[in-house]
């Protein structure tokens, strides 16, 4: 694992280019189908509505401090992005759903660029292609949800990680690290996509020595506070939404149930497996065991 993520990516050789080829294909199928469902203008679902009745009804100040009405949850930085689109140009389907799809096209060429860091040539290829052609991706990439902006700076984050091992620059980790400071107010994964990669780097410069890990201890401040203020701010507010909290409750280990805990995690894995292979959904018990 190490090795992997330490050493140089490997330069493209002349079998791999088929690859390549295959790659830049799946991109722009991924660009066409997103931009056909974003043209296909459709209505508002109830659960955009449901958004846009805060991000309309309410000043920057409160999408940032208040508690979001009709069961909604989203961070703050994206319902100020979409507030000032709604004041500048409008509350109409073209208009508010521009930075979803902003944010899913820019994330199908910078996940290429992750795959082929990390992946053998062919596999790179195949995790692109079932990304552009995720079905669901495609969706939110024309729904006025902060999905899409979930992905592209998951993704981000991931690219971060990979140099800064790779460099082994401190700089780069300071980058990671107020990077992941400012995410967690646009994208509420960020949190839990920094909380894995700080571990994973943690142990990765324990190895280097107690002087590198504790380093990377200090720069974890920086994002620890970050996510503070925004818990104080807005998440306890939106968390506190009894329906939220029924509608997402099969997400969440029921302790009171513990013996039941490993069927709800092979639920949850056989969800995650299916998700980018509709409609063939149930191919995702096969690659549970994965």
């Known amino acids: 694992m190490e090795t992997v993520l330490l050493e140089p990516a490997p330069g493209v050789g002349r079998r791999d280019r088929l ?10 199928a991924g660009v066409v189908f997103r931009l056909g469902q974003f043209f296909s203008r459709q209505s508002f679902r109830a659960d955009e509505v449901a958004l846009l009745l805060n991000v309309v009804g309410k000043t920057t100040r409160h999408l940032f401090t208040a508690h979001l009405e009709h069961g909604q949850a989203a961070p703050p930085l994206f319902l100020a992005a979409e507030r000032l689109v709604a004041l500048t140009a409008g509350p109409g389907e073209l208009a ?21 860091r990390v992946l053998a040539p062919p596999a790179a290829a195949i995790a692109t292609g079932l990304l552009c052609l995720c079905d669901k991706h495609v969706w939110f990439s024309a729904e006025v949800k902060q999905y899409t902006g979930d992905v ?49 780097v943690f142990v990765l410069l324990l190895r ?23 818990y104080l701010l807005s998440l306890r507010r939106q968390g506190a939404d009894t329906y939220l909290n029924d509608w997402w409750s099969d997400s969440f280990v ?18 995650l497996t299916s998700y980018p292979i509709s409609p063939f959904e149930w191919l995702g018990v096969v690659l549970v065991p994965l």
């Open 19 to 28: 690859w390549v080829v295959l790659t830049l294909a799946a991109i722009a």
């Open 96 to 116: 508010e759903r521009l930075v979803p799809l902003l944010l899913a096209l820019a994330a199908l060429p910078l996940f290429a660029l992750l795959a082929w």
């Open 152 to 200: 592209l700076i998951t993704i981000a984050l991931m690219m971060l990680f990979l140099r800064a091992l790779r460099t082994r620059s401190s700089g780069w980790l300071i980058a990671l690290s107020l990077s992941a400071a400012a995410a967690g107010w646009f994208s509420h994964a960020a949190i839990l996509v920094f909380a894995a990669l700080s571990a994973a």
């Open 208 to 230: 280097q020595g107690w002087h590198r890990a504790t380093l990377w201890m200090l720069l974890n401040v920086p994002p620890g506070l970050s996510f503070l203020a925004l």
């Open 254 to 271: 029921d302790w009171s149930r513990p013996l039941l805990i490993p069927l709800w995690l092979i639920g949850r894995l056989r969800n």
